[in-house]
């Protein structure tokens, strides 16, 4: 399947009053919006969709900035960084983008010390962000408001410091990341490619290489046999930032994309997430200069 009709794919899911369906016919998702956004910019698609797909993020935005996953649920805040990312580089909403910038380093999960006799491994201490309000922090929901804030130049402010240190202490063993834990009773828990590639592309240029060797290697493992686009889009994009690039990524691409045929059309996250691994840059969410 070509990159031309996975673009034309996103673009027809594109809604009359801006902002885009989560499937063909679907009603208005946020986080398909803003992924469709970050897809079609990063391929370098005509603006005629995007413009009206930032305004309608801008319209969710609440007053204090966050931009959660739908008005019924406004304590849902891990579209926030999402809303960030489709933000950057248009001067329209760089207002927009301030805003939900500040929330966002005003937010986190709860924490608390760890106790002696805790069942958990990881330090519950450090502040990363989590899915919803008043809940502890979890390692997708961190890693995307990482790199948000990377994205719009925080990479050195306290808040992305601290929460580089939660990943790094939810990193397994073994290598790689579960969704928030690593160790429960003394067992370790599985490490997931899609968690563990939006990890190693949030920790790019932020952490030493020698201290995610054990999750890159894991990852690369894993891509040859991984094909459904969430885990192979985040693991493509995980390496890329880290400068691995398998020639074999497109075939697996195409694979995926293919397997539609059988099982039916992926939703648009998962759709602009294979078009931005697609796309072979090595960090294609870093977005710069675009004012569409």
């Known amino acids: 399947m070509s990159l031309r009709t996975v673009v034309q794919m996103i ?27 970050l897809a079609l910019n990063g ?3 005509d603006g005629d969709v995007i413009s009206p797909a930032r305004s309608r ?62 069942p958990l491994g990881h330090d519950p201490a450090f502040r990363g962000w989590p899915w919803i309000v008043n809940t502890h922090s979890m390692v997708e929901p961190t890693a995307t408001s990482i790199l948000a804030l990377k994205v719009a130049g925080y990479e050195r402010h306290d808040r992305v410091r601290e929460a580089v240190r939660m990943l790094l202490d939810r990193q397994l063993r073994q290598g790689g990341w579960n969704y928030g834990n690593t160790t429960v009773y003394g067992k370790e828990l599985r490490p997931f490619p899609d968690t563990t590639g939006l990890a190693l592309n949030a920790l790019s240029g932020l952490a030493p290489r020698d201290e995610i060797r054990r999750s890159l290697e894991y990852l690369e493992a894993r891509m040859k046999e991984v094909r459904t686009p969430r885990s192979l889009g985040w693991g ?33 996250c998962s759709l602009s997430l294979l078009l931005l691994a697609n796309l072979g840059n090595g960090n294609p969410l870093m977005i710069h200069g675009s004012d569409r």
Do not use: C, M
């Open 11 to 37: 673009r027809e899911r594109a809604l009359p009053n801006g902002g885009f369906a989560g499937r063909n016919g679907g009603e208005y998702k946020l986080d398909a919006t803003a992924w469709a956004i």
């Open 43 to 45: 391929s370098g698609a």
């Open 57 to 118: 993020l801008a319209v969710d935005q609440l007053d204090d900035g966050r931009v959660s996953i739908s008005p019924e649920h406004p304590e849902g805040l891990w579209t926030t960084p999402l809303a960030i990312l489709a933000w950057q580089g248009a001067s329209l909403y760089r207002e927009q983008q301030t805003r939900a910038i500040r929330f966002l380093l005003g937010t986190t999960g709860r924490h608390y010390k760890k106790s002696s006799d805790s």
């Open 236 to 268: 493509i994009l995980g390496l890329q930032a880290w400068g691995i690039k398998s020639p074999e990524s497109l075939r697996w691409i195409n694979e995926t994309l293919n397997r539609q045929k059988i099982i039916g059309s992926y939703d648009t």
